[in-house]
């Protein structure tokens, strides 16, 4: 069941029901799979009526991003009404989806993946079972951090670069088949266009402060690496600028 109509389109041409709720989609399967925006629109829906629709033995897949200590929790929850509850955040944005070459961080039991995989199979390329529930939010986490780290890398170097007079742009090319080449710098100016970079700068700040809101639940120090990453996040925007050729 989508929210809007819009997420209908890409099923013209195939067959499939529409319900008119969370809660009669959720008495009609054994596998419900949700993406929604947080944690606690999750629970919320579930209290609203989906957990005690679905049939025993039926499993949930949150695909969405959240925190790990509340994916243990969604599991407890669940497994006390005879549910199984999957975290599988997934990594890839907008062209994996639609390319379905998604990544998967899982964190169930390794018998519930079994029954699921096929599913998560279906848009992802890689589904990596990361251990016990919260486990797969966890390794999402890791993945956010990592990336909008080397962003920063790539925003510093990039600079750098064009200050000793090396454009940008054909340093990227050069890096491309280089052994520094990275998803991050093939993305910037391609697939992260000035366009859409404030939004993605945006997402990036939210993807570290979840991490870094997660690890102090751990009672863990990451402010260097927060602050090294926040940076990635801030200079995004002129990076792209300078690929393109707009930039100071």
Same mark, same amino acid.
Request: proline fraction near 3%; charge should be negative.
């Given at each position: 069941m989508g929210r809007r109509d819009a997420s209908y389109e890409s099923l013209a041409g195939s067959s499939f029901t529409r319900h008119r709720s969370a809660v009669e989609l959720a008495g009609m399967v054994d596998l419900f799979c949700?993406? &929604?925006?947080?944690?606690? /629109? %999750? @629970?919320?829906?579930?209290?609203?009526g989906v957990l005690k629709a679905l049939r025993p033995g039926a499993i949930i897949v949150?695909?969405?991003?959240?925190?790990?200590?509340?994916?243990?929790?969604?599991?407890?929850?669940c497994s006390a009404r005879g549910i199984r509850f999957v975290d599988a955040p997934v990594?890839?944005?907008?062209?994996?989806?639609?390319?379905?070459?998604?990544?998967?961080?899982?964190?169930?039991?390794?018998a519930? &993946?079994?029954?699921?995989? /096929? %599913? @998560?199979?279906?848009?992802?390329?890689?589904?990596v079972h990361m251990g016990a529930a919260g486990t797969g939010q966890a390794a999402r986490l890791c993945n956010n951090a990592l990336t909008v780290s080397n962003l920063r890398n790539v925003v510093e170097v990039f600079s750098v670069a064009d200050t000793f007079?090396?454009?940008?742009?054909?340093?990227?090319?050069?890096?491309?088949?280089?052994?520094?080449?990275?998803?991050?710098?093939?993305a910037l100016g391609t697939k992260v266009?000035?366009?859409?970079?404030?939004?993605?700068?945006?997402?990036?700040?939210?993807?570290?402060?979840?991490f870094t809101a997660a690890a102090?639940?751990?009672?863990?120090?990451?402010?260097?690496?927060r602050a090294w990453a926040i940076g990635g996040a801030a200079g995004l925007e002129e990076a792209v600028l300078r690929l393109v050729g707009d930039g100071p």
């Amino acid at each position: 069941m989508g929210r809007r109509d819009a997420s209908y389109e890409s099923l013209a041409g195939s067959s499939f029901t529409r319900h008119r709720s969370a809660v009669e989609l959720a008495g009609m399967v054994d596998l419900f799979c949700v993406f &929604l925006r947080s944690d606690e /629109d %999750l @629970l919320e829906l579930l209290y609203d009526g989906v957990l005690k629709a679905l049939r025993p033995g039926a499993i949930i897949v949150n695909h969405a991003t959240g925190d790990p200590a509340e994916a243990r929790m969604l599991e407890k929850i669940c497994s006390a009404r005879g549910i199984r509850f999957v975290d599988a955040p997934v990594s890839g944005g907008r062209p994996g989806a639609v390319s379905r070459t998604l990544t998967c961080f899982v964190g169930t039991t390794s018998a519930t &993946l079994d029954e699921c995989r /096929d %599913l @998560l199979s279906s848009h992802s390329a890689h589904v990596v079972h990361m251990g016990a529930a919260g486990t797969g939010q966890a390794a999402r986490l890791c993945n956010n951090a990592l990336t909008v780290s080397n962003l920063r890398n790539v925003v510093e170097v990039f600079s750098v670069a064009d200050t000793f007079g090396v454009a940008p742009a054909k340093l990227q090319s050069a890096f491309s088949h280089s052994n520094c080449g990275s998803f991050i710098s093939d993305a910037l100016g391609t697939k992260v266009t000035p366009t859409i970079a404030a939004h993605i700068a945006e997402l990036n700040r939210c993807d570290v402060e979840e991490f870094t809101a997660a690890a102090g639940k751990l009672r863990l120090d990451v402010s260097a690496l927060r602050a090294w990453a926040i940076g990635g996040a801030a200079g995004l925007e002129e990076a792209v600028l300078r690929l393109v050729g707009d930039g100071p």
